[in-house]
């Protein structure tokens, strides 16, 4: 039990790390995008400017809106910091850290969850444009989860497990990758959907909501809503890796993907812009549920055949 909880310990630090390079990370690949350096003042060649950015950004003062209801704005910054980082403990890692056999059941739970929190911190504020960020982000999360839920479902159709570990041992000699190329497409671009990112951006799309959902917090719970977003990236990222891209955790490839994986999502926010947001809700009910609904069918239809023909 003690070891369960240093291990956890270590992880969430490890995670904690991982974000703020991210964060450097993605200020630098933009930098480039736009043909600018990014930071390199601080330090060698800016390497210690996320912990410069964190020091700023904890010991600022905490300014709250009068009329907001407090406590439900002064927690929700903090329980979706902590929703994005339990979601790390159904990691399948040597140690068999929390390697449950419903990892997968596990994550559906726990991402929907997060969902509350963003509209918690949307309405307590008091603000309308905070509220309508809020709703749309909320939006936009639900309905892009429909079609990520049906994409995981067809996935588990095809090794019959709830357990992450077993994504892994299948893709042995073939990645699903190749297996099922749509898929895998379709449960990127959910993804930077669920994560909020370009080009869905909508829950702070800055030229007509100011900021989203967030417009209000300052200093510490910006930081921390901040945090959260950058460690459900990762997170997203570890969890394509794993699902079709044949992870091995016991050697370097897999972390090279991982950065991979985080990279594609700077990537496309330097490249791509804002979709329009009826056409962000066609795209979610009207292409990705039809497609990710077929495969599944298909899917299951293949199993059933199969078990058929062997038996």
Known sequence: MVLMVVSSLILIICVLVGVAFLTLMERKVLGYIQIRKGPNKVGLMGIPQPFSDAIKLFTKESVYPLMSNFNFYYFSPILNLFLSLILWLMMPFVSNLMSFNLGILYFLCCSSLSVYTIMIA????????????????????????????????????????????????????????????????????????????TPFDFAEGESELVSGFNVEYSSGGFALIFLAEYANILFMSMLCVILFLGADLY??????????????????????????????????????????LNYLFFFSGLKIFLFSFLI
Do not use: H
């Open 251 to 292: 050697s370097w490839m897999f972390f090279l993907k991982l950065v991979f994986m985080s990279f594609l999502w700077i990537w496309v926010r330097g490249t791509l812009p804002r979709f329009r947001y009826d056409k962000l809700m066609y795209l979610a009910w009207k292409s990705f549920l039809p497609v990710s």
């Open 122 to 197: 949307g309405w307590s504020s008091n603000s309308n444009y905070a509220l309508l960020g809020g709703l749309r982000s909320v939006a936009q999360t639900i309905s892009y989860e429909v079609s990520l839920a049906l994409i995981m479902l067809s996935f588990l159709f095809l090794t019959f497990s709830l357990k992450l570990l077993d994504f892994i041992i299948y893709q042995n000699y073939m990645w699903f990758l190749l297996l099922c190329f749509p898929l895998s497409m379709i449960w990127f671009v959910s993804s930077l959907a669920e994560t909020n990112r």
